[in-house]
């Protein structure tokens, strides 16, 4: 047998040939941990908020017009996959949103625009701001990634400045020209539009003399002019103010008139009234049924020449009160509202015939109908 010895030398080299190579795998290791360690995700992207306007202009004539839009960049869902849902928070400035107004945006919405109208209802319902005082409001956007896995984040703050009106429902005609003249606090009303809240009128007498639309039963208050004192009724410039010049309408021939006037386009229509000279009835309820070429027709008083009559029978059905035969586009006396109830009495007069309402009769039988074509009013026995 052969046996070979290493020497001490050998040895020596192979133990550091050995701690070298171990030295350099442990280096590696840590290098490796080193670099794990130090890893991290890219930074989470943040929504940015971005306003059309700071100081929105809210007002009746402007009801129906954009006022006020924010849209903001998309959010991060940090990873987790899921969609982004995105909150408008509002709050009065100096409060630090701590209990914010929230309004929840459909999922994948970056954007949202509010009416004069609706921006200032949402002053003023929710977060119970008063009309007709400036105030600044901050508004941001609050994202949060859909399976509420991380915490929400939030955009930068814009702050706005905004005054919210109280929408009018009521307005009055105040003036010697008037019914009850000058007595402010039984100041004659407008009647609002059912189809359109920003119309109100008036039909009725008036005499010679002058007349203003209150806003409230105060002198005080703001009141609807014209933009020059005693223009001409054909005249239709609005202006809403408070103080001089203290402008005002003039009747010059007394008579029934029917103003009209439009708080959102500020305009105004002042006319004379003129009773239809005849009147039909038109539906299946009617004897003369659907036939607009020869409808039921009416009797005209002939003590009132704005009053028509109608007593005969009624069947089931529906109908209205044409100004004219032969033509369905004529203009009309309708309910109020479509079905209205037999024992109710107003009446509105649609140009046109749209939109389209009408009475219902339920039961058949003989009726007695008195249609005050001036007064709006009508009695069905």
């Known amino acids: 047998m052969n046996t070979r010895l290493i020497s001490s030398s050998s040895l020596s080299r192979l133990l550091s040939l050995s701690t070298a190579l171990l030295i350099l795998l442990v280096t590696g290791l840590l290098a490796s941990c080193q670099q794990y360690d130090d890893y991290a995700p890219a930074p989470a992207t943040v929504q940015t908020l971005s306003?059309?306007?700071?100081?929105?202009?809210?007002?009746?004539?402007?009801?129906?017009?954009?006022?006020?839009?924010?849209?903001?960049?998309?959010?991060?869902?940090?990873?987790?996959g899921a969609a982004i849902d995105y909150t408008l928070q509002l709050a009065v400035k100096g409060t630090n949103f701590?209990?914010?107004?929230?309004?929840?945006?459909?999922?994948?919405?970056?954007?949202?625009?509010?009416?004069?109208?609706?921006?200032?209802?949402?002053?003023?319902?929710?977060?119970?701001?008063?009309?007709?005082?400036?105030?600044?409001?901050?508004?941001?956007?609050?994202?949060?990634?859909?399976?509420?896995?991380?915490?929400?984040?939030?955009?930068n703050v814009v702050t706005v400045t905004a005054t919210p009106y109280q929408p009018l429902t009521n307005l009055w005609i105040v003036g010697d020209a008037t019914p009850n003249g000058w007595d402010i606090g039984n100041a004659t009303p407008l009647v609002r539009s059912s189809t359109d809240a920003s119309v109100f009128t008036y039909t009725g007498n008036l005499k010679a003399g002058e007349f203003k639309i209150a806003t409230a039963k105060d002198f005080n208050a703001p009141f609807y002019r014209p933009t020059t004192n005693h223009p001409p009724l054909t005249a239709t410039a609005v202006q809403l103010s408070a103080g001089n010049p203290d402008n005002k309408w003039e009747i010059t021939t007394a008579g029934a008139y029917t103003i009209t006037l439009n708080v959102r386009t500020m305009t105004i229509s002042i006319v004379g009234f003129t009773p239809p000279t005849a009147l039909w009835m038109v539906g299946d309820a009617t004897p003369a049924g659907w036939n607009i070429n020869a409808p039921t027709p009416m009797t005209?008083?002939?003590?009132?020449?704005?009053?028509?009559?109608?007593?005969?029978?009624l069947t089931p059905g529906e109908f209205k009160f044409p100004v004219a035969t032969g033509n369905w586009g004529t203009d009309y006396y309708m309910p109020l509202v479509d079905q209205q109830p037999l024992t109710d009495t107003g009446v509105d007069f649609v140009r046109g015939g749209s939109p389209d309402k009408k009475w219902r009769v339920t039961v058949a039988r003989t009726y007695t109908i008195t249609l005050d074509t001036f007064a709006k009013t009508i009695i069905i026995k």
């Open 51 to 80: 306003v059309s306007t700071t100081t929105p202009t809210l007002n009746q004539a402007n009801a129906d017009n954009q006022a006020i839009a924010f849209t903001w960049t998309t959010g991060t869902n940090e990873g987790t």
């Open 300 to 313: 005209r008083s002939s003590t009132n020449p704005n009053v028509f009559t109608y007593t005969g029978p």
């Open 98 to 155: 701590a209990s914010p107004v929230e309004v929840p945006m459909a999922r994948g919405t970056t954007s949202q625009a509010y009416t004069s109208n609706a921006f200032s209802t949402l002053l003023l319902n929710r977060l119970n701001l008063a009309a007709g005082t400036s105030r600044e409001i901050e508004v941001r956007v609050k994202g949060q990634e859909a399976s509420n896995q991380k915490a929400p984040t939030y955009s």
